[in-house]
């Protein structure tokens, strides 16, 4: 899935949910059933899951490249999931069972394309979150008010992690947008169109290929959903390499600015973000992962 920016802890953003939904049915025809048909040089493997931090905290919470919101994707999987363990297990301690959740799933950043990523695996394909180990799971329905209660809990752990950086965060999105309308990304964007008839995607601008995306994985046949979302991935990360050339550098010198203005919060988030997440580790029993190609 993609997000134009944050989640509720982040900024708004726009899921691309019914592209998801259509590869989660695909793989359930499955395994390699779409590889087999796709027109291209040769199946690919899923991708894979990464426990390396960056050497630096702030590549992770205030991505400029596409491989650094690799990071960033991780973190929030990570802070929503600290979430739903204390929720769980306050549940457990009371003897009942919480109502069902959607899985957690990575969600990868308009504003910060990872090109070589959705070139390798299509727009919404990502490796699989791991589920959180809990006991048995409990059949007796708790009162509302019990329910609400540990759900509050979780929210808590989840704001403890998050309201360090949340600022920071919230900040740098805001920032971002200044790069898109730069005069150098409308230049390079202005390749766009043209790039994208030439590998047959009717699309003027980067949500009009999500929408063409989107259009085609809903009429697809289940054993073509895979094939079709990694050709229109291709078509998008060879199209919008260009504007990225551009776009990249520009965020990088922003990110080395911002960093700069504020000095202070960065030095607090660079001592004290690492080690809150290795306690929350240990404490509610989630690792911290990362996709990777």
């Known amino acids: 899935m993609i997000r134009t920016a944050t989640p509720r802890r982040f900024l708004p953003r726009t899921v691309f949910v019914a592209v998801a939904a259509a590869l989660l049915a695909a793989c359930s025809a499955g395994p390699g059933a779409s590889d ?10 899923r991708a894979r899951l990464s426990h390396d931090l960056p050497d630096d905290p702030m590549r992770m919470v205030l991505p400029a490249t596409g491989a650094e919101s690799r990071w960033t994707q991780g973190l929030d999987v990570f802070v929503r999931q600290v979430s739903r363990a204390t ?4 549940a457990q301690d009371q003897g009942i069972g919480l109502p069902e959740e959607a899985p957690v799933s990575f969600i990868r950043f308009f504003d910060v394309p990872d090109l ?3 070139a390798r695996h299509g727009l919404s394909e990502s490796a699989q979150v791991p589920a ?3 006991g048995p799971a409990a059949t007796r329905s708790g009162s509302s008010a019990v329910v609400r209660r540990c759900v509050a809990e979780g929210a808590a752990a989840a704001d403890a992690l998050f309201a360090p950086y949340a ?7 805001r920032e971002l947008a200044s790069v898109g309308r730069a005069p150098a990304t409308h230049r390079a964007l202005r390749t766009l169109p043209g790039c994208l008839a030439r590998h047959g995607v009717d699309a003027r601008d980067e949500r009009g290929v999500m929408a063409v995306a989107d259009a085609r994985m809903q009429t697809a046949a289940p054993a073509d959903l895979r094939r079709s979302g990694r050709e229109i991935g291709r078509a998008y990360a060879t199209c919008l390499r260009p504007v990225e050339a551009v776009r990249e550098p520009a ?4 990110r080395d600015r911002f960093i700069a203005e504020h000095a202070d919060e960065v030095r607090e988030v660079r001592k004290t973000l690492v080690p809150a997440l290795r306690r929350a580790e240990k404490e509610h029993g989630v690792r911290l992962v990362f996709p990777a190609p």
């Open 36 to 45: 087999r048909a796709s027109s291209g040089p040769e199946p690919v493997s």
């Open 132 to 134: 959180i180990e809990t």
């Open 167 to 173: 600022g920071l965060q919230r900040g740098w999105f």
């Open 87 to 90: 929720s769980v297990s306050c």
């Open 251 to 254: 965020r990088l010198r922003l």
């Open 116 to 118: 070589d990523f959705i």
